[in-house]
C-alpha cells in the first residue's frame, strides 16, 4: 500500500491558529445582536462581533503604526554621534 505522500503533523502553530478560529466563531455566534455607534455625526449600525473585531484589526493598525515609527526613529538617532 502505497502513503499518500504527505504527512500531517500538529504544531504548535496550528493548535493556536485551531483555538484562534474556535474563538471567533464563539464570538460570532455570541454577539450576532445589532448595535448603534455614532462616529462624528454619523451613525453605524452593524452587528456587535463586527464592531468588534474592526476595533481590534484598528488597534493592531495604530500598534504596527506606532511599532515601525519607533523603529525609524530609532534607527535614524542611531547614526548619530553623541558628543
Known amino acids: 500500500m502505497a502513503e499518500s505522500g504527505r504527512n500531517f503533523r500538529v504544531t504548535p ?10 474563538l471567533a466563531v464563539i464570538l460570532v ?13 454619523w451613525t453605524i449600525q452593524a452587528p456587535l462581533f463586527v464592531v468588534i ?3 481590534m484589526l484598528a488597534g493592531w493598525g495604530l500598534g ?20
Request: aromatic share 6%; proline share 0%; no cysteine.
Open 13 to 22: 502553530s496550528l493548535v493556536l491558529w485551531s483555538l484562534l478560529a474556535v
Open 64 to 83: 504596527l503604526l506606532g511599532s515601525q515609527a519607533w523603529s525609524w526613529r530609532r534607527r535614524r538617532t542611531d547614526g548619530r554621534d553623541s558628543d
Open 53 to 55: 473585531v474592526l476595533a
Open 29 to 41: 455566534a455570541q454577539n450576532s445582536s445589532d448595535t448603534t455607534i455614532q462616529v462624528l455625526g
